[in-house]
């Protein structure tokens, strides 16, 4: 299933999008997105059930915003480093184990809404994301195929960082990644049952029409399941929790200087196979 949510901000109602490409209303069935929701087995199969009958009315998407297509997210666990081609553009050594750092709930915005350029940064980049919503608690986890099998979908996340505040002024990057707007989520959450293979996925970002990143999660040195799994063995993660997994090659940090850092009024588009698009706007704040 592709879920989302959709209306003006901090309002927003539950919605499908059906095979078709019609969006359905699911606020008769349940109140939100949200973990609570990803946990209910039975709640999941009365949508699946309606869906399949035609019983979800129609909504008319015209001018309707798409949000966030979760709800009430616990915590954002992000993965950095996580790709070969990456390591290699930025001359980093790939990491024996995963780097793990956290972007605050707050970051989240939808996949088309405005990002804003912190205040005095010079060094706002992109980096086009394969996110992982978790649907059941992992807790101590022994195997990677435990890890795939506590995924309750997938969805495309923008991990938006500062990079003059996450490595050149002190301290952990916290700072560079956790600026107003800096994860937009979505269009949809997508059911893991559509998503065979996570690790054959495409992932492609664009700024103002020319294409920056062109990579695949076949390139993640720390797969879907295995990130998961090791993730467990240090936080408990939650239904409603979501990791992000990490960028492959084609950020601004990694090219030639002068480094094509985001500016205001630029238009940056992303998209994971089968996950959906997004396109923001940059602004500044």
């Not at 009315?57 to 001018?63: H, M, N, S, V």
Request: proline share 7%; net charge negative.
């Amino acid at each position: 299933m592709k879920l989302l949510r959709v209306g003006t901000a901090r309002r927003e109602r539950p919605a499908l999008l059906d095979p078709d490409g019609t969006l359905r209303d699911l606020s008769g069935l349940v109140a939100d997105i949200d973990g609570t929701l990803l946990a209910d087995e039975d709640a999941l199969g009365r949508i699946r059930s309606a869906a399949a009958a035609g019983d979800l009315p129609a909504l008319d998407a015209t001018g309707l915003r798409t949000g966030p297509p979760l709800a009430r997210i616990g915590k954002i666990v992000c993965i950095g480093l996580n790709y070969h081609d990456h390591a290699r553009e930025t001359g980093a050594e790939p990491p024996a184990e995963p780097v793990i750092f956290l972007k605050a709930p707050d970051t989240v915005v939808g996949p088309d809404d405005t990002v804003l350029i912190p205040r005095g940064s010079v060094k706002t980049d992109w980096e086009v994301e394969l996110a992982v919503v978790i649907g059941r608690t992992a807790r101590y986890l022994e195997s990677a195929e435990e890890g795939l099998a506590h995924v309750a979908g997938y969805a495309v996340a923008h991990d938006v960082s500062e990079r003059e505040f996450q490595t050149e002024r002190g301290g952990t990057w916290d700072k560079g990644k956790n600026c107003e707007t800096f994860n937009p989520l979505g269009p949809w959450l997508v059911t893991a049952d559509e998503v065979s293979d996570p690790q054959n996925l495409s992932l492609r970002l664009w700024v103002n029409g020319e294409l920056k990143q062109d990579g695949t999660t076949a390139e993640q040195i720390f797969p879907v399941g295995e990130v998961v799994r090791y993730v467990s063995r240090f936080m408990t993660l939650y239904p409603g929790d979501v990791v992000n997994t990490g960028t492959p090659a084609g950020v601004a940090m990694g090219r030639p200087d002068p480094k094509p850092y985001l500016r205001a009024g630029d238009v940056v588009e992303l998209e994971v196979t089968g996950l959906g698009r997004q396109r923001q706007v940059l602004a500044q704040a």
